[in-house]
């Protein structure tokens, strides 16, 4: 008996794009194991958390495989650390069991609510990129689930190319069924951190290249806003977790267990006006006047997880949602690309009331990872119509001018032939991703979009250009 199907409408967090897919949810790995090739739709693609952006996640027309039951915690050796979880667990799970026993996520995006599938998927990287890489460097091996209904064990001994083309693949490869893990060892649940303003961006490129050695963690609030000699003005904040012995009161009795703090919710979503020029200018100028130069402890979840703390944050941007649009440019043109695109934002006067700048280490091998030694730069924009995607796209060009790479977890309009420039691995990608799924049984409305897996996906002249004109007309 097959599963049972639902059409739903369903989109990413940012609530742009929403598109209407065939939806599937397996209670056990058998019956996920059976939807490869038993499944009754064209392709699919699993969905975890849902808490991605961009239409990697989603499959307009066609199927969604939801893992939500499909997320248990399998293993775990607590003389080395190593945890084995289910493709659909979430990392807030994997810390909320194994931070009491002093072991913390070696690599964590800005939300804990993520799936372990998901960000392997995406190759997620974190504040302590610069030293420690993405994700893919802390994964041992996972079982891969291929589009032709066959579990491959892969790691970097067996089935290594398929294993590096799905740490990044974003789930073309196959279903992540389970993957093991090594966690980080840790003394407590705090962070040391260390505020520093940079008056522009000059300023917070050379804090970022003087300091950067001297902490795991290190991020920049950064004013996208401010012009003439404050263009770019940020905020660094640097931390390393700290030492049991350096705290004191109420986090020295229990240094792995900080206090719960009650989790506020945005009940409805905002008027699509009160994010505007003149709100976030008014917002970036506080921000910065109350950040000076001052060394704190904090706890994990207010260092890596801030808006965690805010239910249905999302909602502060209306009804019709927002854009996410994250960049990477190599350190030789680093700054003459972030100059570019922070001019021609300010210029259009588009305000993105969240905007973080980060100092990038070495790629983990992955062949579609975005993260290569560089600084990226991740931005927010309010959907306001087609015309946001018309600038977005401006801003690729800047992208392939300075030789700059998009983040496909981030991506929603990006051109198939821009794709093709910035990722220099696609074409062995599609040859693996052949081999794994020959029906290319496992797509995604970006796949299709991009033709990613290549001609048969669509291409560069057929499905490919009407999807993306799609996008384009905001109708996806």
């Not at 961009?54 to 607590?78: C, T, W, Y």
């Not at 001018?401 to 309009?413: E, H, V």
Request: proline share 5%; with cysteine; aromatic share 10%.
């Amino acid at each position: 008996m097959m599963l049972r199907e639902a059409t739903r409408t369903i989109g990413a967090w940012s609530n742009f794009p929403v598109q209407q897919c065939v939806t599937v949810r397996p209670e056990k790995v058998a019956d996920l194991r059976r939807i490869p090739v038993d499944g009754p739709r064209p392709d699919y693609i699993s969905r975890g958390m849902g808490s991605g952006y961009g239409d990697a996640a989603l499959n307009q027309g066609s199927g969604v495989i939801l893992h939500e039951r499909l997320g248990r915690l399998l293993d775990f050796d607590p003389q080395i650390g190593v945890v084995t979880a289910e493709g659909g667990a979430c990392f807030a799970d994997v810390i909320k069991v194994f931070l009491p026993r002093g072991w913390f996520l070696p690599v964590t995006p800005g939300t804990k609510f993520v799936s372990v599938g998901g960000a392997i998927a995406a190759d997620v990287h974190g504040k302590n990129h610069h030293c420690d890489g993405s994700l893919g460097r802390f994964v041992l091996d996972l079982e891969l689930l291929t589009g032709t209904g066959e579990v491959l064990h892969c790691s970097r001994e067996h089935n290594a190319d398929a294993f590096w083309a799905t740490v990044g693949g974003m789930g073309l490869t196959g279903a992540i069924l389970s993957a093991r893990i090594q966690l980080r060892k840790v003394e407590s649940a705090y962070i040391n951190v260390r505020y520093q303003r940079a008056a522009n961006l000059d300023e917070a490129l050379a804090l970022f290249a003087a300091g950067d050695q001297d902490h795991r963690f290190s991020v920049a609030w950064i004013d996208c806003l401010s012009k003439g000699q404050s263009f770019g003005r940020s905020v660094l904040m640097r931390g390393d977790h700290a030492p049991a012995a350096h705290l004191t009161g109420k986090a020295a009795e229990a240094p792995l267990t900080p206090p719960s703090r009650r989790r506020r919710g945005v009940p409805f979503f905002m008027p699509s006006f009160v994010l505007n020029q003149w709100s976030v200018k008014a917002f970036n100028a506080l921000f910065y006047r109350r950040h000076g130069d001052r060394q704190t402890l904090v706890d994990y979840d207010s260092y890596f997880y801030p808006l965690d703390g805010v239910a249905n944050w999302n909602r502060f941007y209306g009804r019709r949602g927002y854009l996410q649009y994250q960049v990477v440019f190599p350190t030789r043109t680093a700054r003459e690309g972030l100059v570019d695109v922070l001019g021609k934002l300010v210029a259009s006067r588009r305000a993105s009331f969240l905007a973080v700048l980060k100092a990038m280490g070495q790629e983990s091998g992955g062949l579609l990872s975005f993260p290569t030694p560089g600084y990226t730069l991740a931005l927010d924009l309010p959907y306001s119509g087609p015309d946001v995607l018309e600038f977005l796209r401006g801003l690729d060009e800047s992208m392939l001018r300075y030789d700059g790479r998009i983040y496909l977890a981030k991506d929603t309009c990006m051109l198939p032939q821009t794709f093709a420039r910035m990722y220099p691995n696609l074409d062995r990608f599609r040859e693996i991703k052949r081999r794994l799924d020959p029906h290319n049984r496992f797509a995604s409305s970006q796949s299709k979009r991009l033709g990613i897996a290549g001609p048969d996906e669509g291409g560069a002249g057929s499905e490919a250009e009407s999807a993306a004109a799609a996008v384009m007309a905001g109708v996806s």
